[in-house]
């Protein structure tokens, strides 16, 4: 993350409840982007941490902790019997995938993400039939995809539409006269989020590709740096209470 985009999701922060939902481990991406007032929800939710004092004067119920650093958070772990299961199978995993040169494992907490990006075409079939071998062993899990990586994780009604649900009401935020909320994402897994808000109605879903996709994203941004502006120009139109969007689905 440039410094840049640090300052500008932090200024966004100080004027609204703001939190970053992923699929990595809530811990990587803490110390990635290393601001300790946004909400954090790692393993497609499955593990939220946020500061005890709130974010913007907006607090969420949690079990109560202290981070790394020290501060005084706030978890919500709604997979947290699954871990120990976690640890074992991101181990099999990882010896299993050694065989397919490229192939790397992530053990993000409540996931082990699978990245076969760098794998050779060829192998990709071979690969996918060495997940399901292991899946069948494994019942009490579930395979999902996102851009060039499988992913294990718990078969729990849980995934970042769920932890955007979770993170709206628990902020006091579903109100749709008070409150609109905005969600940014690049991955197919944030289609869950995306329908998530579509259900809601009064919201603003945005997907970040250079290209065409099926979404349920109801606009675009090209990329991070675009973002960036868009939320830029979010924090100086605080003050007006209006964002302007064109039909064909693009930020203006």
Not at 82 to 103: H, N, Q, T, W
Not at 201 to 210: A, D, E, N, R
Request: aromatic share 10%.
């Amino acid at each position: 993350m440039s410094n840049e985009m640090r300052t500008t999701v932090k200024e966004v922060a100080a004027n609204f409840p703001t939190a970053i939902i992923t699929g990595r481990r809530r811990d990587k991406v803490y110390e990635f982007v290393h601001l300790p007032e946004l909400y954090y929800a790692g393993s497609h939710g499955m593990d939220i941490m946020g500061p005890a004092k709130g974010c913007n004067g907006y607090k969420a119920d949690g079990l109560q902790a202290k981070d790394s650093k020290g501060n005084e958070v706030v978890l919500f772990q709604p997979a947290s019997e699954y871990l120990s299961l976690m640890d074992e199978v991101c181990s099999i995993l990882k010896e299993r995938s050694k065989k397919f040169p490229g192939a790397r494992v992530d053990h993000n907490k409540y996931c082990a993400t699978l990245h076969f990006r760098c794998v050779s075409e060829e192998d990709w079939l071979a690969l996918a039939q060495e997940v399901q071998t292991l899946l069948k062993a494994y019942p009490e899990l579930t395979l999902t995809q996102g851009r060039k990586v499988l992913e294990l994780r718990p078969a729990i009604e849980w995934h970042k539409g769920k932890a955007l649900e979770f993170l709206i009401e628990a902020l006091g935020l579903s109100d749709p006269s008070k409150v609109f909320p905005i969600y940014i994402g690049d991955d197919r897994t944030d289609e869950d989020a995306f329908q998530t808000l579509k259900k809601l109605g009064f919201s603003c879903s945005i997907l970040v590709s250079t290209v065409s996709k099926d979404t349920c994203a109801a606009y675009s941004l090209q990329d991070p740096f675009e973002v960036m502006e868009f939320l830029q120009r979010l924090i100086r139109m605080k003050g007006s209470q209006k964002i302007y969007m064109c039909n064909q689905g693009s930020i203006l």
